[in-house]
Structures are given as structure tokens and as C-alpha cells.
């Protein structure tokens, strides 16, 4: 066995964007040469997040306006007065929907459904610079 | 260290259906050889989810219910303008729950609390099939 | 590629205590010799959860204050019929958060931002003791 690790790096379109990683992670895991095993993707941060979901463009509204409706921008969290900072939906968010997925490799490849892709939704209040971490595990 | 795969197969009965899949996976993790190392647990599919949970008939209801209370059926969905669906609940209340659980494996045996069970909950709005995949990777 | 695994032992203050787990991963990582891979980090139990936050005193009791508001105390839960039991809403978000987060480890330390650390959350509704297991995966 062995492990193979490397970072994915993308720029975020602010609060709710959501970014496909399906591709780059399949690349990495075909650079890898590991073919049996794991990938572990990581998000670097506390107020972005991955996941899978059918990467449609409807799904794309409906998640970010979901997390707003379970946690609210603007209201009065207690981590406002710690920095004066306005995010407290964004970690909350962040948080929840959580930084870590793994996906199995079977024959170098993704283990995925059809209409089941791997996302990172920026939950912050800006547009970001994200980086990925993606560790590969397993048997060439 | 090594790594074993396999797939569990079932068939769901339908929206908000919770199944046990803790016999299965411990079995596979018995025949895996690997006595040290963890699970990764799958599903395949974007309106399906998995975790753990205290496997008793009250939980089995409140589950389901509280997810149909955070992500209700029937709302206004953007995915149901994509396909003309009518289960953008299912794929939220998916994705908020996670597709991929890890789960340490000592002794050969699967490292959980005495009420803490592998379960698998089906969102989509009909009976399914659903196939788990199974990961086991350590040493012998 | 070589396996590592530890229990964390803590003492929860009850219903919503958050704590952070980073410095005592950190340091089985260290003492793993485990250089590039992963840490499954696996609390036992099935109302209590971990994550990655920004650990800090405003967003220590925004987290519980907004689990508490999606899933409420001393509501009509079906597990309080099961049991007799007070702690329906201490499974769901227990359960909704997750047991299981996989941190990557990178040149023996583990990979993650600034203001991101790895906590537990105590959802159940008294002080509990608490296991949390670990397993470093990689190579030295």
C-alpha cells in the first residue's frame, strides 16, 4: 500500500458558491497509480465545505438557500462580538454539512453514482481562495 | 497493510425506510482478514445517506421525521424545475447527512458504542435499491 | 504503510460542552511516527459528535444554541416512548453531525487551517465520560 497527497486550489464566487472537484480529484487519483483503496478530500478552513450531491444546476440554488434557512446570516451569533465579524452562519454552515469526504477507488477510479458528484460550497461571506486536500490510500 | 472491498446490496422501502447495516459490514470486515485499520462505508447514489444512531423503533421515526422538518417534501425546489422532479428534499436531506461514514476496526472487530449501530436511510421518495460500499484497509 | 491507534479519554460539563481535541490528536500522530496519511478521529457513543471549528468562546455556544434549535429538548420524540428516556433531540444531532472526521497528516502534522480545529461536541443531557478513538494511517 501506499499514500499519495496533493492540493487542490480554486477561487470561490462568494457566500453559496458551489464548485465541482469530481475532475480534479479523479486526476489526482489517476496520477496516484493507486487503483484499490480511498481518497480523502479536505477542506482547509472553517467556513467551507464538501460533500456529494447531483451537481445540477437547480440543486446548486437549493442547497446554499437550504443552509442559509437552517442558519441565518445576520443574526445575533456570539461569535459576532468575539472577532466583530458578520460570518457566524458561515461556520455554523461549515460546520454541519462538515471539511471531510472519502470516496472509494476501485480500478483507479471514483466509486460514484451517475448523478453523484463531489462539491465544496463556499459558506463564507466573500469570495475565497480554497485550497483541497486530497490524500489517496491504497494498492497500485 | 492491506486493502479488501466489497459491496452490500438492499432494497429500501421507501422514503425515510432506516436500516441496520452493522451485521453486514461486520461481516465483511471479518472476511477482510484485517484485524487493525478502519471502514469506510459508501453509498453509491445521491439520495441516500448513512451514519450511526441508537437502531431502535423510536429513532427509526424521529429520524426521518426531523429531516423532513428541516428539508420539507413538496417545497418549491430548483431541482424541481431541472428534471420535473418532485424529491429535491431527498437530495438535501442526503447530502446534509453524508454519503461516507469511517469506522475504526480493532481486533477484527468493529470499534462501536453498545446503542451505536451502522444505519443506512433512504430519502428518495420511492423504494429503492441501494448498494453500499465497503472499504476495509489495515494490517492483518 | 503502518497503523496506529489510541483512545482519548474526557470528561464532558453536559448538554452542549464543546472541546478541543487538537492538541491530544496531534500529539498521537506524533508519537505514530506516521508521516503522510490520515487520522480517523471516532467518538464511541451515540449522542456526542466531532468536527472542525474555529474553536472559539462566541461559536462554543452558537453551535449547541443552533443544534438545540433544529432539533429541540423535550419535544414528543418517539425514543422518549421507547425508553422513557429525555434525550431524543441529544441522538439526532449527535447523529446529524456525525461520529467520524478523517484528518489528513502531512510531514507529521495534521493538515489544517489556522482557525480550524478539531472539537467534540457533548450533545447528550448530562456530564458523560467519552472515548474517542483514534487510528493514524500511512507511512513513517
Known sequence: MKVHQELI???????????????????????????????????IGSTAAVGTIEFEPGLQEDLPRALDRLFPPGQDYAHHQTWH??????????????????????EGRLVLGTWQQVFLV????????????????GEP
Open 9 to 43: 486550489q480554486l477561487r470561490t464566487r462568494g457566500h453559496g458558491s458551489m464548485h465541482d472537484l469530481t475532475p480534479a480529484v479523479a486526476e489526482v487519483v489517476q496520477r496516484s497509480g493507486i487503483r484499490q483503496g480511498t481518497v480523502t478530500v479536505f477542506v
Open 85 to 106: 465579524d458578520d460570518n457566524g452562519h458561515s461556520h455554523l454552515q461549515a460546520t454541519l454539512l462538515g471539511p471531510s469526504l472519502v470516496v472509494p477507488v476501485e
Open 122 to 137: 463556499e459558506c463564507d461571506t466573500r469570495p475565497r481562495s480554497r485550497r483541497v486536500h486530497l490524500t489517496v490510500q
